[in-house]
């Protein structure tokens, strides 16, 4: 798909210069600042940090005191 974007001159000028310094073309700078920011945007994610977390070694598991709950005093959708 093509489309035309206009960019204001510092801007551009920035772009130009990043391009040439990393030996892309600005179209494919374009390209990957738009993926990556729909990818950040597009679909809210939880952060890969938080995906790979597997709790604290030291710590109960959440779970473990269930037990130990009283139930409800009545059914609150009775």
């Known amino acids: 798909m093509n489309f035309n974007i206009y960019l204001d001159d510092e801007t551009g000028q920035q ?3 990043v ?3 990393i030996g892309e073309s600005r179209n494919a700078l374009v390209r990957q600042a738009v993926s990556e920011w729909l990818k950040r945007r597009g ?3 939880w952060p890969a940090e938080l995906l790979a ?6 710590m109960p598991l959440f779970e473990a005191g269930r037990d130990r709950l009283k ?3 009545a059914d609150p959708l009775a």
């Not at 977390?53 to 030291?58: I, S």
């Open 43 to 45: 679909k809210p994610q």
């Open 15 to 17: 772009l130009n210069e």
């Open 19 to 21: 391009a040439k310094k």
């Open 71 to 73: 139930p409800p005093a």
């Open 53 to 58: 977390f597997k709790g604290m070694a030291d």
